[in-house]
């Protein structure tokens, strides 16, 4: 069995450090809040994220870096987006050279428009970084639900090594060497879930869920190849398969956060409502920079970022989207 260390406690980190433990795994799970770390000491439970579910006894719980940083096969950056460049910049005094890394958590950084992977290398350097990523709500996953997938590593025995310590009877895991198209897909599904949830706050039904989620992944999946992603990627777990989850379960802020704004409420009141980080609210900007920047269309990203951030109002975004230029639907399919 390998030793495991999580840096970040949240609701997936600690969700995946419970599944390693009860799989045989020595698991450490270190969090730079107090507050929780006093919760799980005492608890064996984080009771504002996953209530309900116990932490093995095995499982370790720190606030001290150092002592999660050293002596792991295996290094999980779990920390929200906006943490992890300040989690590794003070990661990298304790992380040895070659260490193998594996980052789950799904982001843009809004300045820089780098990815999280990006963005450990670049304050880490020398380390081997590799993503996880696919539909995989944390509420399920801590409480053994099957759930499928995909590591990316630019190099196949890194991927390999992720994929055997995570891979169980419960939880399939792929490997990828796209490793662009898979941080991508998972990112930018939470800002196509965001308008989701806005779609279902404004009372519209399947109909209009299904024409944001397969319009979604085509502007997803325009972005990625122009970035020189594969377009398997964006049919595969990390690719559409997130965004379905992402877009349609009670589990996901994303998507709630876009319910309560739907409803009415502003961005700041939408995400104290959901009281987590809201990924896609972050990611939204550096998404559309992205799309100006490759030259690519994305109106669903762009409406978003209206209404997040111009104060327009969604029904006035969904006019927007459905009274767009006509055109084809694969501008690139021939008429025999």
């Known amino acids: 069995m390998s030793k495991v260390s999580f840096l970040g406690a949240g609701s997936w980190g600690t969700a995946l450090a419970v599944m390693l433990a009860r799989h045989g795994h020595n698991v450490t799970l270190w969090s730079a809040v107090d507050s929780e770390v006093k919760m799980l000491k005492e608890n064996r439970e984080h009771k504002d994220r996953l209530p309900g579910v116990k932490l093995p ?21 779990s920390v929200a987006s906006p ?3 300040e989690t590794a910049r003070r990661a990298a005094a304790y992380v040895p050279e070659g260490q193998h890394i594996v980052n789950v958590a799904k982001g843009i950084e809004e300045d820089s428009l780098k990815t999280l992977r990006e963005i450990i290398c670049e304050e880490m350097p020398g380390r081997d970084v590799s993503v996880l990523s696919g539909p995989s709500h944390a509420e399920e996953v801590s409480v053994g639900m099957p759930t499928t997938v995909v590591a990316g590593s630019r190099n196949e025995a890194s991927a390999a090594f992720i994929q055997e ?7 399939r895991v792929y490997i990828s060497p796209d490793v662009t198209g898979i941080e991508l897909g998972g990112s930018i599904k939470n800002v196509i879930a965001l308008a989701a949830g806005v779609s279902d706050g404004l009372g519209f039904g399947d109909n209009t869920k299904a024409a944001l989620i397969t319009r979604g992944i085509a502007e997803i999946a325009r972005l990625g190849i122009a970035m020189g992603a594969r377009t398997e990627t964006f049919a595969g777990l990390s690719g559409i398969g997130d965004l379905i989850v992402t877009c349609t379960s009670n589990h996901s802020r994303n998507h709630n956060a876009g319910y309560f704004i739907g409803k009415g409420k502003s961005v700041k009141e939408a995400m ?8 896609g609210v972050y990611s939204a900007k550096a998404a559309f920079c992205l799309a100006k920047k490759y030259n690519v ?3 669903i990203v762009e409406q978003i970022n209206k209404v997040l951030f111009e104060d327009l109002p969604a029904t006035e975004a969904i006019k927007n989207l459905l009274t767009r230029e006509k055109c084809n639907e694969y501008p690139g399919m021939e008429w025999k």
């Open 297 to 299: 269309s994305m109106p």
């Open 272 to 279: 104290e409502e959901v009281n987590q980080v809201v990924e």
């Open 83 to 85: 943490y992890i460049r």
């Open 57 to 77: 006894e095995t499982v370790v719980i720190t606030d001290n870096l150092e002592e999660a940083c050293t002596g792991y096969d295996l290094i999980v950056f």
């Open 165 to 171: 310590i995570f891979m169980n009877d419960v939880f």
